[in-house]
Each structure stands twice: as C-alpha cells, then as structure tokens.
C-alpha cells in the first residue's frame, strides 16, 4: 500500500529532552511537510523539503531541526529548545510542491510530562 | 502576508440539507485550492482539488472557484451526520507553497 507513515502516533518528551519524530513515504513524492496543529488551531508550517539534502524554514521552525538524506524519508526533532512542544505534529507529502495535493501521515501527538 | 480566510463557525446544518462552506484568499497569484476534512484528533484527508474556474463535481460535494472574486466553496449535497468534522481550505501562492485556512467546524444535526 502506498502512503505516509508516521511513527510513533504518541510520543511523552520529558522536559530538557530532545525526540524525534518519523515521517516515511512510498508514493515516490518529491517535496514533503512538516506541521504543527494545536487544539482548535489550524497547521502552521515547520519545515519543508522540496528534494533531497534540502530544506526551507517554515513560519515556527525554532526549536525544531530536520533531515532529508533519501527522498522516502524526512524526520523532525524537536530540540529541548522548543518550551512549548505539546501539539499534534503531523508530515505530508505532494508530488511537486504545492501546486498539487498534499497527504497526510495519520499524526503523532507528543506531550510533555 | 499571503492569507487564505474561513470562518471558524461552528456551523450547523439540519441532516439531508446543502451545507456551504467558504473561503476567501489574499494571493491573486494562487492557482490551485484544496479541500480537506478533518475528523477530530485525525490527520486531514483530501476530499477536493479544483484548478480553474467553475464548478468541480464529485459525489455529494461540489467545489466552486471564483479567481475573479478570489473565492472557493464547497457544498455538501444530502448532508449527514458523518460529514461533521472540521474543513480545511488551502490555496497554493505564486511561489507554489500551500497556505492554509484554519479551518470551519460543520455540525450535522439529526
């Protein structure tokens, strides 16, 4: 089956912790997404990649850093940097930048305790 | 700064009516516009793509773009109480980077 898999889908950081978050797609995209969504929110843009070995800042990448080292595979770690990390994070990916669709992994929600 | 608008709602609709959902941009630039539906605590799913003026149909939904008046709309046709979740609207801007709405919460009232 062809799609995004993001793992894990729940993810408890402790404070001061560094953690990463997978983000792996199958349907051969080129430019693939990073999001952060809070409660009631919409998606703000963290990082995006539009082929490999490069990457653009979104609008609230501080505190986040990423890789994009094979086409399938483009994962975020949010860095004891980020004071505010407890958000739905979810990863995309479109065929060619955003002049076509995007979809989705199914999310992975971190929490700080 | 390169806007897409919707109202956050909620709004309600009685089941079997036509629900419409709307969304202004800023960027006389864009291109192509997204629907997508989130059910609550899931990832968005795309339910349209429209690129050209007009009516797009597929099913119970129809999109429709104005470039003109820089507006795009869904209608749900027969709506039921499975098509409540929230609706996301986004626009591609002239450097083909998608921008996103926030989003408006549809209530399907038995």
């Known amino acids: 089956d062809g799609g995004i898999t993001q793992s894990p889908k729940y993810l408890f950081r402790k404070e001061g912790q560094n953690v990463t978050l997978s983000c792996e797609q199958n349907?051969?995209?080129?430019?693939m997404y990073w999001y952060r969504q809070d409660p009631g929110q919409g998606l703000r843009l963290i990082y995006y990649?539009?082929?490999?070995?490069?990457?653009q800042k979104g609008d609230i990448a501080e505190g986040y850093s990423v890789s994009r080292e094979k086409k399938e595979s483009f994962p975020l770690t949010v860095t004891s940097a980020q004071k505010n990390p407890t958000a739905f994070y979810l990863c995309?990916?479109?065929?060619?930048?955003?002049?076509?669709?995007?979809?989705f992994g199914q999310g992975t929600r971190l929490t700080v305790v | 700064q390169k806007e897409v608008e919707q109202n956050s709602g909620p709004l309600s609709v009685p089941e079997g009516a036509i629900a419409s959902l709307n969304c202004t941009y800023s960027?006389?630039?864009?291109?192509?516009f997204f629907w997508y539906r989130q059910y609550s605590g899931k990832s968005p799913e795309l339910i349209m793509s429209?690129?050209s003026n007009g009516d797009k149909e597929d099913g119970r939904f129809t999109a429709q773009l104005n470039k003109a008046s820089q507006y795009v709309s869904l209608l749900i046709r027969d709506s039921q109480p499975s098509d409540s979740a929230t609706y996301l609207c986004?626009?591609?801007?002239?450097?083909?980077?998608?921008?996103w709405g926030a989003g408006t919460k549809l209530i399907i009232k038995p």
């Open positions: 429209i690129y």
């Open positions: 995309a990916s479109s065929i060619l930048g955003g002049y076509t669709e995007a979809f």
């Open positions: 986004a626009g591609t801007d002239s450097n083909y980077q998608l921008i």
């Open positions: 349907l051969n995209h080129d430019a």
């Open positions: 990649s539009q082929i490999v070995n490069d990457f």
């Open positions: 960027d006389r630039g864009s291109q192509s």
